[in-house]
């Protein structure tokens, strides 16, 4: 019979998590849930008990009041409570509470531990493969289908631009996807009756006699404050869509007016001319992220931008670090953006991916070299083995950060959002190299200085054998249309579409555009879109210059991802929906005329 361990975490409600800004605290006063990934934990232990016969234990660390996710566990179907309860374990960071987990976890000897991909609170998905790291055991980050054949693991990954299909034997950790499985609900009287059940509660010094492993104490990361993000009130002017063909006109003509129709100028800063020279204790170590094509991702080119600043201030080097030969050919690339040395680390078994050989790989060459900071983009795959390098190395790690700064001690402050994009926290690291993965999209990119030439460096590293197998890669992009990554234009749409022939309406305004689309994550959830162009709370961040909002209602989910854009429409048949709280130029009507209209504008406006 399987073992199988659920960790799932208690959170507040997005909408009820309150900013004071006296104390400049989170004030969590409000109704606590179990984190929805975590839900989808839940019922797949429950599907694998009656699948192949189970024993299901839920976990959970956190004050008191943390029980009330153990009782709905237990409502669900758990045969087991575990309440890691202690004042010792309070303040602990992802690494901290990893910690804990993986002590009593190594308890159980499970066989399968099962998370949810991350936590919507602080949107962070690092206690998984720290947790991984720690015990030793293989991982899946973002599973969306599974089965099991013996010990055998076989499943499938989200990735950056469609989905992996791996193998992996157990033990082993999951981290569970929305598309996995759809939640439990509790039946009548369920909760009662889990009310009465034993919890085991479990205290810190049953894990370890010095309580320093946990709580602030034993976090190697702190937070400086927090900071409540603003939000723009803006004017919302409302065209009249009766006749779409006016309206489409008027739109266009108050478009030209807010100077949306013309591209971006850039006046970015110039990339230095020197090559700096590695100084130990004061280099940048970027790591070099490659998509299936084998280019060189935004994201990388984006981090490079930024620590061409901070590399100046410190007086150290761009050390540039790829985990395949295939990035030489880009060297050239790579040093316009300011890398002053690339690095690749070189073992065959690097190839192909595995995040424990990624994290293996990349603690050699931290030992060697001791970088001052280590950066790598927050992509599917770098959130897969940045934390568990970070667990590796015991460092701390700020995960999806949105900026990276130096204070007056010249230590990283590493923008963190939480709670939607509505609070900023600024995190700074106890330990060496600084450590932070950062959202694509975020970063400004420089000017490029093709002049730049840097030597290509082979570092032979030693890792054990992968504890996953990557069988296969598959893609979703769709190259008729833009790439959302960095896109200036991007027409959006939600479920107000009505399916997927809407979609192809759409898709041709974007065509005619070279626009990129997204979608709201219930169009994705009908899979009238991929996944990988979902923008939202659990997708992307978008901050185009003209953005299209067609038969989206405007639900916070979606729109915090979109408040970086510059200019929004709204095409919405419901007078009082929300999109028209954040759009500059609102239209009510029915999107299909007015969406041919615009078609029929721009492609005039092309031909003039």
């Not at 956190?62 to 309070?90: C, K, Y």
Request: aromatic share 4%.
């Amino acid at each position: 019979m399987l073992k199988i361990a659920v960790c799932i975490k208690q959170i507040p409600l997005i909408e009820d998590a309150n900013f004071d800004p006296v104390t400049k605290t989170i004030k969590r006063d409000g109704v606590n849930v179990m984190s929805a990934y975590d839900l989808r934990g839940i019922a797949e232990a429950m599907e694998l008990k009656k699948q192949l016969g189970a024993e299901t234990t839920a976990i959970t660390m956190g004050p008191p009041q943390a029980r009330e996710v153990l009782i709905d566990a237990l409502a669900m179907g758990i045969d087991n409570a575990v309440h890691l309860e202690d004042r010792a374990f309070a303040g602990s960071d992802t690494l901290a509470t990893a910690r804990a987990l993986a002590l009593y976890l190594k308890r159980g000897n499970y066989d399968l531990i099962l998370l949810g991909k991350y936590s919507l609170d602080a949107e962070t998905g690092q206690v998984g493969p720290e947790i991984a790291e720690i015990l030793g055991v293989a991982q899946v980050t973002g599973v969306r289908k599974l089965k099991i054949e013996g010990k055998t693991l076989i499943a499938e990954r989200e990735s950056e631009e469609g989905h992996d299909e791996v193998e992996c034997q157990m033990p082993a950790l999951l981290t569970c996807a929305e598309r996995l499985i759809n939640p439990l609900k509790m039946a009548p009287g369920s909760r009662e009756a889990a009310m009465s059940r034993p919890i085991t509660s479990v205290h810190a010094a049953e894990l370890h006699s010095d309580a320093g492993q946990f709580g602030a104490a034993g976090s190697p990361t702190w937070v400086r404050g927090v900071q409540a993000q603003e939000a723009h009130k803006i004017e919302c002017q409302m065209v009249d869509a009766s006749d779409p063909e006016v309206a489409i006109e008027r739109v266009m003509q108050m478009l030209e007016a807010r100077g949306a129709l013309k591209a971006r100028v850039h006046n970015r800063r110039p990339v230095t001319s020197q090559i700096r020279k590695s100084v130990a204790g004061k280099d940048i170590c970027v790591v070099v992220e490659t998509d299936l094509e084998g280019k060189v991702t935004l994201g990388t080119l984006e981090l490079l931008s930024a620590c061409d600043a901070l590399a100046s201030k410190l007086g150290g080097a761009i050390l540039a670090v790829g985990l395949s030969q295939t990035i030489a050919k880009h060297a050239g690339l790579i040093a316009s953006y300011g890398a002053d040395a690339i690095v690749v680390l070189d073992n065959p078994a690097l190839e192909p991916y595995s995040p424990d050989t990624a994290a293996q790989a990349v603690a050699q060459f931290v030992s060697e070299r001791k970088p001052w900071g280590l950066f790598l983009t927050a992509s599917e795959r770098g959130r897969d083995w940045g934390p568990r390098l970070a667990a590796r190395l015991n460092l701390g790690l700020t995960g999806d950060a949105v900026g990276l700064e130096l204070d007056a001690e010249n230590r990283l402050v590493a923008l963190k959002p939480a709670f939607g994009g509505n609070i900023i926290a600024p995190i700074i690291s106890k330990t060496f190299p600084q450590m932070a993965t950062v959202r694509q999209g975020v970063l400004e990119l420089v000017n490029p200085n093709p002049d730049r030439k840097v030597a290509v460096e082979t570092m032979r590293v030693n890792v054990s054998a992968p504890l996953t197998k990557l069988v296969r890669e598959h893609s979703n992009v769709d190259h008729t249309i833009a790439p959302l990554d960095g896109a200036e234009v991007i027409v959006g749409v939600g479920m107000g579409i009505g399916g997927p022939e809407g979609v192809a309406k759409a898709k041709e305004l974007a065509q005619v555009l070279n626009a990129g689309m997204c979608a709201s994550r219930r169009v994705t959830d009908k899979g009238w879109m991929p996944r990988q162009l979902q923008v939202g709370l659990t997708g992307k961040a978008i901050g185009p210059r003209l953005y299209f909002s067609i038969g989206l209602r405007g639900a916070p989910n979606h729109t915090v991802s979109i408040k970086r854009s510059e200019t929004i429409v709204a095409i919405n048949n419901d007078p009082d929906a929300t999109c028209f709280e954040l759009a500059h130029i609102g239209l009510v009507g029915d999107w299909q005329p007015l969406t041919q209209a615009l078609i029929d504008a721009f492609r005039r406006r092309q031909a003039a």
